[in-house]
């Protein structure tokens, strides 16, 4: 049974329960990322510690670690929010993906060239950000009507129908 943008399903009764029930997996994953991106700024300190802390003897990259260590957890809870409510589906794409691969990128950059200590520290948070990037694609794709697409009287999911 697939679900127009309208709330009248295909087999003619309003109200189509598989659309309402998309909404939850979204919803859910939206407030995770909040969550995550609250939790960065509840412990700045810390985040930015670990993030400058990472190369210490590069200046100039302890420095673009501290700042980058503000704007990712801001990324986590727009692209959240916006992601939650299926408004601005491309703002919060690009949020959501800077957000999830900045973090794999950094701390996969960490465990390269870093000290011993860092791959033993960074991996969990390697590994949830993968998880929530694999979550992200598969709760788009089921959210979305038609597997992926949404028809052109809704375009929330930043992809064009031909």
Do not use: E
């Amino acid at each position: 049974m697939s679900c127009s943008p309208s709330s009248v399903c295909s087999c003619g009764k309003s109200g189509c329960p598989a659309m309402y029930a998309a909404w939850l997996p979204r919803i859910a994953f939206g407030l995770v990322l909040v969550g995550y991106g609250v939790s960065h700024y509840r412990n700045l300190s810390g985040f930015i510690g670990m993030a400058s802390g990472v190369f210490p003897s590069a200046m100039m990259v302890g420095t673009l670690a501290s700042a980058l260590a503000y704007v990712v957890p801001a990324l986590m809870i727009v692209g959240g929010v916006l992601f939650a409510c299926k408004k601005y589906c491309c703002i919060s794409k690009v949020c959501i993906l800077a957000s999830l691969s900045g973090i794999i990128g950094w701390a996969g950059l960490a465990v390269l060239v870093g000290d011993g200590n860092a791959a033993g520290a960074m991996m969990p948070m390697i590994q949830n950000a993968a998880i929530l990037l694999i979550l992200y694609y598969m709760v788009k794709k089921a959210s979305c009507c038609k597997g992926g697409s949404c028809p052109p009287a809704s375009p929330s999911c930043c992809t064009t129908s031909k």
